[in-house]
């Protein structure tokens, strides 16, 4: 993690959260004690950031300076409120294409579905606030920059949001192995959300129960699954393929 995207010392992650800074996870010191570090644990816990309790070692390979038990790793991307940003989608003369990411916890991978995601035309990505992996130089990197054009946009649970985007007329469709159907057999000319599971879990079960459909991709060779980007990637240009013809 380099220097110019951490801020450490109490005050200063308190008033980072307070100004709504994109901040992508906060370490705090295990064993802290006092009114102003209680304080700041109720100011995370508000904030419904993701928050760990490290030991002191880990902070000091973060930064050398005086971190006070206390050190925020900072997005260098902006997030976007999920619901302004799903209005604005539907707001546009276009068939609205979202995309969710269920776990998805390597940085590399995220990057490069970012990409893809850009590339195919995707209006927004949703990922929660704990258990995804953060938007870090390595992210960007890997994105080709194009973390910097597509909105993210961070929540509380996954199932609001899906919810809240069916409630909106977009028909929500798990990439899962599990399903009985295969991709080619969904009908993409609607209001589209793909939701994409984890690396090694895939989408949580009691996600894939609310969904509107469950598809999967044939696997023609002895392994039984895809890397979660390539995977991503497939479902989103058959997205594509079906709105260009």
Same mark, same amino acid.
């Given at each position: 993690?380099?220097?110019?995207?951490?801020?450490?010392?109490?005050?200063?992650?308190?008033?980072? $959260?307070?100004?709504?800074?994109?901040?992508?996870? $906060?370490?705090?010191?295990?064993?802290?004690?006092? =009114?102003?570090?209680?304080?700041? =644990?109720?100011?995370?816990?508000?904030?419904?950031?993701?928050?760990?309790?490290?030991?002191?070692?880990?902070?000091?390979?973060?930064?050398?300076?005086?971190?006070?038990?206390?050190?925020?790793?900072?997005?260098?991307?902006?997030?976007?409120?999920?619901?302004?940003?799903?209005?604005?989608?539907?707001?546009?003369?276009?068939?609205?294409?979202?995309?969710?990411?269920?776990?998805?916890?390597?940085?590399?991978?995220?990057?490069? $579905?970012?990409?893809?995601?850009?590339?195919?035309?995707?209006?927004?990505?949703? $990922?929660?606030?704990?258990?995804?992996?953060?938007?870090?130089?390595?992210?960007?990197?890997?994105?080709?920059?194009?973390?910097?054009?597509?909105?993210?946009?961070?929540?509380?649970?996954?199932?609001?949001?899906?919810?809240?985007?069916?409630?909106?007329?977009?028909?929500?469709?798990?990439?899962?192995?599990?399903?009985?159907?295969?991709?080619?057999?969904?009908?993409?000319?609607?209001?589209?959300?793909?939701?994409?599971?984890?690396?090694?879990?895939?989408?949580?079960?009691?996600?894939?129960?609310?969904?509107?459909?469950?598809?999967?991709?044939?696997?023609?060779?002895?392994?039984?699954?895809?890397?979660?980007?390539?995977?991503?990637?497939?479902?989103?240009? =058959?997205?594509?393929?079906?709105?260009?013809?």
């Amino acid at each position: 993690m380099k220097n110019e995207n951490i801020i450490y010392g109490i005050r200063a992650v308190m008033e980072a $959260i307070n100004a709504d800074q994109p901040i992508n996870k $906060i370490f705090i010191q295990k064993g802290l004690k006092g =009114e102003l570090f209680k304080e700041l =644990e109720s100011t995370v816990r508000k904030s419904g950031m993701s928050l760990s309790y490290v030991p002191i070692e880990k902070l000091n390979r973060l930064t050398r300076n005086n971190h006070q038990g206390v050190v925020a790793q900072i997005s260098p991307v902006q997030f976007h409120n999920f619901e302004e940003l799903v209005e604005q989608v539907l707001s546009k003369n276009e068939l609205p294409l979202f995309l969710m990411l269920d776990g998805v916890s390597d940085v590399r991978n995220f990057g490069a $579905i970012i990409r893809t995601a850009e590339c195919s035309g995707v209006h927004g990505i949703i $990922i929660p606030k704990n258990g995804a992996a953060p938007i870090t130089d390595d992210t960007v990197k890997t994105s080709a920059g194009a973390a910097f054009n597509v909105p993210i946009a961070k929540v509380d649970h996954l199932k609001d949001a899906i919810f809240y985007l069916q409630s909106s007329g977009v028909v929500v469709t798990g990439a899962t192995e599990k399903a009985e159907n295969e991709i080619y057999g969904v009908d993409f000319n609607q209001p589209t959300a793909i939701i994409m599971g984890s690396e090694e879990k895939g989408i949580s079960p009691s996600t894939l129960n609310i969904l509107d459909h469950q598809a999967k991709l044939p696997l023609l060779g002895k392994i039984g699954s895809l890397n979660v980007s390539v995977a991503c990637g497939v479902f989103l240009y =058959e997205v594509v393929r079906q709105r260009k013809k």
